[in-house]
C-alpha cells in the first residue's frame, strides 16, 4: 500500500512517508521534505504558486489547467456517488497523469459503482469514496488499482479519512470485516470484534456498513475481498437471497447474521441462536412457558433457540401479519395481554433503542419471572421495570458476545478472547458468565 501522507494542518512532516500531500490552502509554501513522489494540491490556488522546479505531482482540480508539471485532475462530489458510467466518462477525460475521483458514499450501490469504474478505466487513477461507508475503499488499494491513497497526520482532510499510522499498518492483505445495518450508530460490534481481532494477532478492520439497501451487497463484498459480516436490523431475513448458501440452523430459523466470503462463495450462518443460549445459560426452560416481543430476525432465532430448549413459545407483535405466520412456522402461540404466566419475556423489538410500546401489557411481571432485553448498552424501559420488580435479567450484551464469539469461529477458525470482546463493551460478566465460554 502507498500512503499519501495528508495534512490538515501545518505541521512538520511525518517522518517515513515517502509522499506527503501539500494543501496550499494550509501550507503557506511547499516544505522541505517534499520530496518528488509527493503531491501539491492548489485548493484554488494559481498554478504559478507552484515553483518551476517543484518535480512531484500537482492536483489541479477539475479545471483545465496548462502545465509543465505532472498533473493530477481531480472531482468531488460531497453529495454522492455518479453510476460507474458517469465515473468512466469523467474522469477518462483530459490530458493529466492521473486521474482522481472521490465522492460521498451513501450506499452499498455506490461502493459498487466506485468497483466498477476502477475496473473499467484505462488510465492510472484514483478512486475514493467518501464518508463512514466510503472507508473500505480508502483501505484497498490494490482491488480498485490505484496510484496511491490517503492517510492524514494531525487532522483529517476528507470526512472518512483514517491515520496514515493505521493506513500503513493495515495495508493492502488486512481482512476487512464488519457490519450490515441501518441504522448502526448504536452497534458496538466493531469495538468488540477490532478487540478479538487484535487479541488474536489478526491485522484487520472491523467496520459498519450502514446501507439503506442491500443492493450489490455481493458484488461489494467479493469486489472488495471483505472476509465476512455480521448483519443486523432489518436485514436479517432480506441478506438470503444476496447469498450462495446457508446453514442448516440459519435456513431452520429463516434468518441470517453472519456471512462468510469463502474465495468468492458467500455462506450465510446463524448465530443470534449460539447467543441466546449464552444469553441464557443457567435458565431451565424445559416445559416452561415463554413470551418471544416482536417478529423479525432477531425474533425467528429466539422463537428457534427457546423451542429447541423445550420451552412453549407465544409471541406478541405489533405486526398481525408476520406474526401469525412465524406462530405457523414454528408451532407458536399468538399473544396479546398480560405476561404474568410466562416464566420467561424476551424482546426482540428494538424498543427501548427507538421510542415506542411494547407489544404486550408488562404491568403484571413479577419476581419469579426472567426478562431478556435484547436492546443492550443502555437502562431499557423493560430491564428498568424488571429490575422494580425483583426479576431475574439476562442481558443483551450477553447475546452480543455470544453471537459475536461464533461468528469468530467461523471467520477464523479459532477461539477469540472472551475477556477481550467483554473489556470493549465494558460490560462487567454477570454471575452466570463468569468464567464460561460460549
Not at 504558486?49 to 481531480?74: C, M, N, Q, W, Y
Not at 451487497?217 to 472488495?224: C, L, P, T
Not at 399468538?334 to 401489557?361: K, M, Q, W
Request: glycine share 12%; net charge negative; hydrophobic share 40%.
Amino acid at each position: 500500500m502507498r500512503v499519501c501522507a495528508a495534512y490538515g494542518s501545518e505541521i512538520p512532516l511525518r517522518e517515513g512517508s515517502e509522499m506527503h500531500e501539500i494543501r496550499l490552502d494550509v501550507f503557506k509554501e511547499i516544505p522541505a521534505g517534499a520530496g518528488d513522489e509527493s503531491l501539491v494540491t492548489l485548493c484554488g490556488k494559481d498554478i504559478s504558486e507552484v515553483p518551476d522546479s517543484f518535480r512531484g505531482l500537482v492536483d489541479v482540480g477539475d479545471r483545465e489547467i496548462a502545465t509543465e508539471h505532472r498533473k493530477i485532475r481531480s472531482f468531488h462530489d460531497f453529495s454522492g456517488t455518479p453510476d460507474a458510467d458517469s465515473i468512466v466518462r469523467m474522469l477518462s477525460e483530459g490530458d493529466q497523469e492521473i486521474s482522481k475521483g472521490a465522492f460521498y458514499v451513501r450506499s452499498f450501490a455506490d461502493l459498487a459503482s466506485i468497483s466498477e469504474a476502477a475496473r473499467r478505466l484505462g488510465r492510472k487513477h484514483v478512486l475514493l469514496g467518501m464518508g463512514e461507508l466510503g472507508q473500505i475503499t480508502r483501505i484497498r488499494q490494490g482491488c480498485l488499482g490505484n496510484e496511491f491513497t490517503f492517510g492524514y497526520v494531525g487532522l483529517p482532510t476528507a470526512p472518512g479519512q483514517l491515520s496514515a499510522d493505521e493506513m500503513e499498518r493495515l495495508g493492502d492483505g488486512c481482512e476487512i470485516l464488519g457490519i450490515v445495518g441501518h441504522p448502526l450508530s448504536h452497534s458496538k460490534s466493531p469495538a468488540m470484534q477490532g478487540a478479538a481481532m487484535a487479541e488474536a494477532g489478526i491485522n484487520g478492520k472491523y467496520l459498519a456498513f450502514d446501507s439503506p439497501s442491500l443492493d450489490a451487497i455481493e458484488d461489494v463484498i467479493r469486489g472488495y475481498d471483505v472476509r465476512g459480516v455480521n448483519v443486523t436490523i432489518p436485514y436479517k431475513q432480506q441478506i438470503i437471497p444476496h447469498l450462495d448458501r446457508i446453514s442448516e440452523v440459519a435456513e431452520d430459523v429463516g434468518a441470517v447474521n453472519t456471512v462468510a466470503n469463502r474465495g468468492g462463495e458467500l455462506a450465510g450462518y446463524n448465530t443470534d441462536v449460539r447467543g441466546i443460549e449464552y444469553a441464557l445459560s443457567g435458565t431451565d426452560l424445559k416445559g416452561s412457558e415463554s413470551l418471544v416481543m416482536g417478529s423479525g430476525g432477531a425474533a425467528r432465532a429466539a422463537v428457534y433457540a427457546l423451542s429447541e430448549a423445550g420451552s412453549r413459545v407465544s409471541i406478541a407483535g405489533r405486526n398481525r401479519e408476520t406474526v401469525s405466520a412465524l406462530c405457523r412456522e414454528f408451532g407458536a402461540e399468538p399473544h396479546s395481554g398480560g405476561v404474568s404466566r410466562f416464566a420467561l419475556a424476551v424482546n426482540c423489538t428494538p424498543i427501548g433503542l427507538v421510542e415506542g410500546e411494547y407489544p404486550a401489557d408488562l404491568s403484571d411481571l413479577h419476581r419469579e419471572q426472567t426478562v431478556f432485553d435484547m436492546v443492550y448498552g443502555r437502562d431499557t424501559p423493560l430491564v428498568s421495570l424488571a429490575r422494580s420488580r425483583g426479576c431475574r435479567i439476562a442481558d443483551g450484551a450477553d447475546m452480543l458476545i455470544g453471537q459475536g464469539a461464533e461468528s469468530f469461529r467461523i471467520w477464523f477458525g479459532k477461539e477469540p478472547d472472551i475477556s477481550a470482546m467483554r473489556r470493549a463493551l465494558r460490560w462487567p460478566a454477570s454471575a452466570s458468565q463468569a468464567g464460561r465460554f460460549p
